[in-house]
T-cell receptor, first 113, second 118 residues
Framework: AQTVTQSQPEMSVQEAETVTLSCTYDTSESDYYLFWYKQPPSRQMILVIRQEAYKQQNATENRFSVNFQKAAKSFSLKISDSQLGDAAMYFCAIMDSNYQLIWGAGTKLIIKP | EAGVTQFPSHSVIEKGQTVTLRCDPISGHDNLYWYRRVMGKEIKFLLHFVKESKQDESGMPNNRFLAERTGGTYSTLKVQPAELEDSGVYFC????????????????FGAGSRLTVL
């Protein structure tokens, strides 16, 4: 069975600084995808970034980047130059071979002005 | 392009009553998924439609939950009778049929329907 663990229930960061959200996972599959989603207070779940497991290069999307360590089964999200609009619940997820998403418990990110 | 729409945004019912949640996926998306997040826990998969057919319903908690997708368009999720532990946020997501893990396969989520059972 696949599992996703987010060990930080809540994180806070000063506006304009950098924050890293951790995620570890467990899977026996060799091919899978990893995702970070954010859920702002409006509750719309939005895809932040995704990573193909077979790609060694870390995915980046503007101020968002991941540190993908396949051997360690770690998939952390780095947010640079944090903005007030980044405040949200962040969920890490893995997609299995049945195309189901297995989710972590989420990390609440607070941005301090 | 309109996104995934869910209705109602919030429903408050008493234990034993019935509630029906609706999801309108993005037009042309054959895949439709239901997930729920109960009491601040992990989001859990409920089921997956491909067009009007149930591809995978292994996540449905019990027979009090009934999901349908008429004509492969919108989907409903009925809870009857509702229990206290059913409270949570129910998310719907849709995606196109396409090459697995391709960009077309990325899920687009609705805003969720919050269910409170008293």
């Amino acid at each position: 069975a696949q599992t996703v663990t987010q060990s930080q229930p809540e994180m806070s960061v000063q506006e304009a600084e950098t924050v890293t959200l951790s995620c570890t996972y467990d899977t026996s599959e060799s091919d899978y995808y990893l995702f970070w989603y954010k859920q702002p207070p409006s509750r719309q779940m939005i895809l932040v970034i995704r990573q193909e497991a077979y790609k060694q290069q870390n995915a980046t999307e503007n101020r968002f980047s991941v540190n993908f360590q396949k051997a360690a089964k770690s998939f952390s999200l780095k947010i640079s130059d944090s903005q007030l609009g980044d405040a949200a619940m962040y969920f890490c997820a893995i997609m299995d071979s049945n195309y189901q998403l297995i989710w972590g418990a989420g990390t609440k990110l607070i941005i301090k002005p | 392009e309109a996104g995934v729409t869910q209705f109602p945004s919030h429903s408050v019912i008493e234990k034993g009553q019935t509630v029906t949640l609706r999801c309108d996926p993005i037009s042309g998306h054959d895949n439709l998924y239901w997930y729920r997040r109960v009491m601040g826990k992990e989001i859990k998969f409920l089921l997956h439609f491909v067009k009007e057919s149930k591809q995978d319903e292994s996540g449905m908690p019990n027979n009090r939950f009934l999901a349908e997708r008429t004509g492969g368009t919108y989907s409903t999720l009925k809870v009857q009778p509702a229990e206290l532990e059913d409270s949570g946020v129910y998310f719907c997501a849709s995606s196109q049929m396409g090459v697995p893990f391709s960009g077309a396969n990325v899920l687009t989520f609705g805003a969720g329907s919050r269910l409170t059972v008293l």
